[in-house]
C-alpha cells in the first residue's frame, strides 16, 4: 500500500512537472512572439513617423522656396516691366504645384495614421488573446493537486501504524503466554508420567499415597 501510494505521488509530480515545464516554454515562446511583434511595430511606427517628418519638412521647404522664387519673381517682373501675363502663368502654375504638394502629403499622413491606427489594433488583439489564456489557473491547479496528494494520502497509513504495531505486540504476547501454558502442562504432565512409573517399578506411592 504504502509502495503503491508513494509511486503514484512520484508519478503525480512528473506529470505536474511536465506541465508546468510545457506551460512555461508556451509562455516563453509567446512572450518572444509579443517582444518580436512589439519591435517590429515600433520600427514601423518609428518608419513611418520619419518618413512623414521627411515629408513634411520637404514639403515645407518646397514651399517656402517657391513662395520665394514667386516673390522674387513678382519684384523682378514689376521692376523690369516684363509682360504680366507671363507673371500671372508663373504665379498660377506655382500655386498649384503647392496646393498639389499640400493635398500629396495630406494624402499620405492619413495613410501613415491608418497604418499606425492598425498596428495598435493588432497589438491589442495579440495582447488580449494572450491575456485570456489564464496561465495561473493550470499552475495552481497542478500545485494544489500535488499538495493534496502529499498531505492527504500517507495520512492514513501513518495512522495505522501505532494500531499495527499493538496489534502486533498483543499476538506476541498472546503467543508467549501460550507458549508459557504449553510448556507448564509439558512439565506437569512428564511431572506425572514420571511419579506414576517409580510408583509402578519400585513401589513408591505417589503423592496421593
Given at each position: ?30 512572450t518572444t512572439?509579443?517582444i ?13 513617423i ?25 519684384i ?36 501613415s ?53 499493538a496489534?502486533v ?8 503466554e ?10 506437569r ?18 503423592p496421593?499415597g
Amino acid at each position: 500500500m504504502v509502495v503503491i501510494i508513494i509511486t503514484t505521488i512520484i508519478m503525480t509530480i512528473i506529470t505536474s512537472i511536465t506541465i508546468i515545464t510545457t506551460i512555461i516554454i508556451i509562455t516563453i515562446i509567446i512572450t518572444t512572439t509579443i517582444i518580436i511583434t512589439v519591435i517590429t511595430t515600433i520600427t514601423s511606427i518609428t518608419t513611418i513617423i520619419i518618413t512623414n517628418i521627411t515629408t513634411i519638412i520637404t514639403t515645407i521647404i518646397t514651399t517656402i522656396t517657391i513662395i520665394t522664387i514667386i516673390t522674387i519673381t513678382i519684384i523682378t517682373t514689376t521692376i523690369t516691366s516684363i509682360n504680366i501675363t507671363t507673371t500671372i502663368t508663373t504665379i498660377t502654375t506655382t500655386i498649384t504645384t503647392i496646393i498639389t504638394t499640400i493635398i500629396t502629403t495630406i494624402i499620405t499622413t492619413i495613410t501613415s495614421i491608418t497604418i499606425i491606427i492598425t498596428i495598435i489594433i493588432n497589438i491589442t488583439i495579440i495582447t488580449i488573446t494572450i491575456t485570456s489564456i489564464n496561465i495561473t489557473t493550470p499552475i495552481t491547479t497542478i500545485t494544489t493537486t500535488i499538495t493534496t496528494i502529499i498531505i492527504t494520502k500517507p495520512s492514513p497509513t501513518i495512522a495505522e501504524f501505532p494500531k499495527r504495531d499493538a496489534w502486533v505486540q498483543k499476538s506476541l504476547l498472546m503467543r508467549v503466554e501460550n507458549d508459557a501454558q504449553r510448556t507448564n502442562f509439558l512439565q506437569r504432565s512428564l511431572g506425572v508420567v514420571c511419579t506414576f512409573g517409580l510408583s509402578e517399578r519400585w513401589g513408591v506411592e505417589g503423592p496421593d499415597g
